[in-house]
């Protein structure tokens, strides 16, 4: 089967047509003119649903304490060189202040992995808090990891309303390959906690990483299934950047080049916005560390979320994820100019002032 006739097989009146796990893995593999149909009926597929809309969620990293040692994630707590923080209330509500001034509409609150009682209060209180901003104006999203059922709904009844936790990787070898195989780092337990916030009625973003070592064509074709399959409301996918405080940085020879790891995750958002039109896809701030123009080329292959980072500067480079973070040095308002420019440069444009709800989830749960 060509390419065009595999990308044939979906259209906007066949949004629930999917790819099987071998055409994905051909169209991951597209190059030249059959790279190019992929990337232009992915951008006209997200036109034709979506619009030239970039919603924009303001990112603030809350904390760089976690319990949890990833074997890829610079913040994970056995690296010693780290200096950790969390952001007093004060400094969180300001940033959210921020976001809303600034017209984007929505919070991500994020953090590194912590469910003590202490801190799911201090979630609560604070999401709260965000909520009381012109009487419940923001969005707010959290990604606050794996936490108990309870502790989800505790959360969403504070008007919490969206929900990040990717599953890295949903091969259960895979994952076991790029985090501990311990009881702190149980796929089966990473797949319930998505259930459950699917089941509370969260919008619900998940995600892989794209280049991690071990990590095949089969694989991420069947990260897209997965994510097809979970009906999930929000995707996040970024190029892995190996860091070099982190077990995985010994791999970082036998992984794709930078160009092939950004190749193979816009190829990756490309396919998924043919699979499922009118979710939200992020241009993760991964894909710009790893190419300068790597969030426009997201946007343009399918994604329409951005998140733009809010955390006051003097912490920002203790949040290293993975090195030569984007933007850490870019002061908020800096950003929100150059996004403008930037968006309107490749024929987008920021909606302001609004929560920039998945569509999908939306008809979903729309009143039949
Ligand atoms: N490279 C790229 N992305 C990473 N993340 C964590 N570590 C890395 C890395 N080294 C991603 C994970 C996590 C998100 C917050 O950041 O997918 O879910
Ligand atoms: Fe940070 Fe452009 S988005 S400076």
Redesign the pocket.
């Known amino acids: 089967m060509s390419i065009s006739e595999i990308l044939n097989k979906v259209g906007p009146s066949t949004s629930s047509e999917t790819f099987t796990h071998e055409e994905i893995k051909l169209l991951l593999a597209a190059e030249g003119d059959d790279k190019k149909l992929l990337f232009d009926k992915a951008l006209q597929t997200k036109l034709a649903h979506l619009d030239n809309y970039v919603h924009l969620r303001g990112l603030i990293e809350y904390s760089n304490i976690c319990t949890k040692y990833?074997l890829?994630?610079?913040v994970r707590c056995k690296n010693l060189k780290v200096e950790r923080y969390t952001l007093s209330d004060e400094e969180v509500i300001e940033c959210a202040k921020l976001a809303h001034e600034l017209g984007y509409g929505s919070v991500a609150l994020?953090s590194g992995e912590r469910s003590d009682k202490a801190f799911v209060d201090k979630i609560t209180n604070l999401v709260k808090e965000i909520k009381k901003i012109d009487n419940g104006s923001l969005g707010v999203t959290l990604?606050l990891g794996e936490q108990t059922e309870e502790t989800y709904r505790r959360w969403f009844e504070a008007g919490a309303h969206r929900y990040?936790l990717?599953i890295?990787a949903s091969n259960e070898d895979l994952y076991y390959k790029i985090h501990p195989h311990d009881a702190k780092h149980d796929f089966k337990q990473r797949l319930s906690c998505i259930d459950s916030l699917l089941k509370i009625g969260y919008q619900t973003g998940t995600?892989?990483?794209v280049g991690l070592p071990f990590q095949t064509l089969d694989d991420l074709a069947d990260d897209l299934l997965f994510f097809k399959q979970k009906d999930v409301a929000m995707v996040?996918m970024?190029?892995?950047?190996?860091?070099p405080d982190?077990p995985?940085w010994q791999y970082r020879d036998q992984i794709p080049s930078a160009e092939e790891r950004m190749e193979l995750t816009l190829k990756m958002i490309a396919i998924l916005r043919l699979m499922m039109p009118e979710i939200n896809m992020v241009a993760?701030t991964?894909n710009q560390t790893v190419d300068p123009q790597g969030r426009e080329k997201a946007i343009l292959a399918g994604a329409n979320v951005i998140m733009p980072n809010l955390t006051p500067n003097e912490f920002r480079e203790n949040y290293l994820?993975?090195p030569d973070k984007a933007c850490v040095k870019d002061k908020p308002d800096e950003c929100h100019s150059c996004l403008d420019v930037r968006l309107a440069a490749i024929g987008h444009k920021v909606l302001y002032n609004a929560w920039g709800d998945s569509v999908a989830f939306t008809r979903k749960n729309a009143p039949k």
């Open positions: 990833c890829y994630c610079g994020q990604s990040l990717r890295e995600g892989v990483m996040g970024g190029p892995f950047i190996p860091h982190t995985l993760a991964a994820i993975y």
